[in-house]
Nanobody, 120 residues
Framework: QVKPVESGGGLVQAGGSLTLSCAAS????????MGWYRQAPGKQRELVAT???????YYADSVKGRFTISRDNAKNTVYLQMDSLKPEDTAVYYC??????????????WGQGTQVTVSS
């Protein structure tokens, strides 16, 4: 199975913005809701946001109002616009199909992720 490819991470000061991109194969992207996840050092991977094929979205409470997920179905790409970043947003960010982290267990095949570091 082809892994998703995440990009766009980096080092940013608190209050700054970053936009992450994820290119996924058609087999992953086409018929699925897609999600962004993150994993901070020493913590479990957690769901940040999801978007269905028709554009319905979900956000974790910790990022609601600051992050925006979107997708381009023609390009098999999903984006995460992150504004008003906080040091606690520091993590490796991954994208994949929705539903691959359940009860603290991670399933499926994952890409390398992209590191986001927010300095205070």
């Amino acid at each position: 199975q082809v892994k998703p490819v995440e990009s766009g991470g980096g080092l940013v000061q608190a209050g700054g913005s970053l936009t992450l991109s994820c290119a996924a194969s058609g087999s992953i992207f086409t018929s699925n809701a897609m999600g962004w996840y993150r994993q901070a050092p020493g913590k479990q991977r957690e769901l940040v946001a999801t978007i269905t094929r028709d554009g319905s979205t979900y956000y974790a409470d910790s990022v609601k109002g600051r992050f925006t997920i979107s997708r381009d179905n023609a390009k098999n790409t999903v984006y995460l616009q992150m504004d008003s970043l906080k040091p606690e947003d520091t993590a490796v960010y991954y994208c994949n199909r929705d539903g691959l982290v359940r009860a603290g267990v991670t399933y499926g095949v994952w890409g390398q992720g992209t590191q986001v570091t927010v300095s205070s």
